[in-house]
T-cell receptor, first 115, second 111 residues
């Protein structure tokens, strides 16, 4: 059982659609992350929030827009995506930003297909 | 040179075998080290944190050698259920936030 919950688990969207991915954790973690993972590749960092503030944006295209409404929630808003954006989108959290003995806790991911 | 390098794999082993995975990292200022397991189409799950003193969890033993910048994972008495991709993850270093995932090593355990 994961302690980071992501919804939806699967999403198919057209290139003109607007959709949002949601992530929730109740472990009191203050750092939350969005990763993108393509098949047979390791996860790639997209965004990092620390204490609800965007700390890192890894030069992600503006068609991806993150939002952190509170310390437990993290959203990723999607608009005008391309087929190559199809991937597994993973949310993760850590107690704080920076090296930790605990590693990431990942959600089960949203498998996104852009058609 | 990649910042984190792992054995490319895949490793094909029979049940009961002992298998070892290696991982090297280039940033000597790295601070935290982990092995994650990822099943096909699932999220990565933390298998073990890795410490210089070495740590063991059942059939799994992890070791960190800071001088050689090398991390290892040993799996003894392999089970079919150990089949997965194993990711080496390195956190920390100079220049702010830094977490690097290795490319992963695929393990197939066969009956």
């Amino acid at each position: 059982d994961t302690e980071v919950t992501q919804t939806p688990k699967h999403l198919v969207m057209g290139m003109t659609n607007k959709k949002s991915l949601k992530c929730e954790q109740h472990m009191g973690h203050r750092a939350m992350y969005w990763y993108k993972q393509k098949a047979k590749k390791p996860p790639e960092l997209m965004f990092v929030y620390s204490y609800e503030k965007l700390s890192i944006n890894e030069s992600v295209p503006s068609r991806f827009s993150p939002e952190c409404p509170n310390s437990s929630l993290l959203n990723l808003h999607l608009h005008a995506l391309q087929p190559e954006d199809s991937a597994l989108y993973l949310c993760a959290s850590t107690p704080v930003l920076g090296p930790t003995n605990y590693g990431y806790t990942f959600g089960s991911g949203t498998r996104l297909t852009v058609v | 040179r990649k910042e984190v390098e792992q054995d490319p794999g895949p490793f094909n082993v029979p049940e009961g075998a002992t298998v070892a995975f290696n991982c090297t990292y280039s940033n000597s200022a790295s601070q935290s080290f982990f092995w994650y397991r990822q099943d096909c189409r699932k999220e990565p799950k933390l298998l073990m944190s890795v410490y210089s003193s070495g740590n063991e969890d059942g059939r799994f033993t992890a070791q960190l050698n800071r001088a050689s910048q090398y991390i290892s994972l040993l799996i003894r008495d392999s089970k079919l259920s150990d089949s997965a991709t194993y990711l080496c993850v390195v956190m920390g270093g100079t220049g702010g936030f830094k977490t690097i995932f290795g490319a992963g090593t695929r393990l197939f355990v066969k009956a």
